[in-house]
């Protein structure tokens, strides 16, 4: 099983960007796939997560009405946009899959991690 994040940068505030992550070993009939962030001084937390084919993603009060998850099956990718960027998005973004789904996702029950990417919102 591998995943791999990327789509990170800088940007101004209002600004966008799309985060990708790429994962195989697995399907999302069998996995939840979830973004969590973790900012500077702060922990991680589960922002935004896709449970099943059919289920309601779920988005963390920070970040809903502005990020989007989405899924494209045949490329094995997951995507979170992300509009209206505030100097509070800027962290490191992951991404992470499970085969227990929890909402909000929870750090415990994700079994694997791809490598962080970097989103940095400042003017």
């Known amino acids: 099983v591998q995943l791999q994040a990327s789509g990170g940068g800088s940007v101004q505030p209002g600004g966008s960007l799309r985060l990708s992550c790429t994962y195989s070993g697995f399907t999302l009939d069998d996995y939840a796939i979830a973004w969590f962030r973790q900012g500077p001084g702060k922990e991680r937390e589960g922002i935004s997560s896709?449970?099943?084919?059919?289920?309601?993603?779920y988005y963390a009060d920070s970040v809903k009405g502005r990020f989007t998850i989405s899924r494209d099956d045949p490329k094995n990718t997951v995507y979170l946009q992300m509009n209206s960027l505030k100097p509070a998005d800027t962290a490191v973004y992951y991404c992470?899959?499970?085969?227990?789904?929890?909402?909000?996702?929870?750090?415990?029950?994700?079994?694997?991690w791809g490598k962080g990417t970097q989103v940095t919102v400042s003017s």
């Open positions: 896709v449970i099943s084919r059919t289920g309601n993603p």
């Open positions: 992470a899959a499970g085969r227990t789904a929890t909402i909000p996702p929870t750090e415990y029950f994700m079994d694997y």
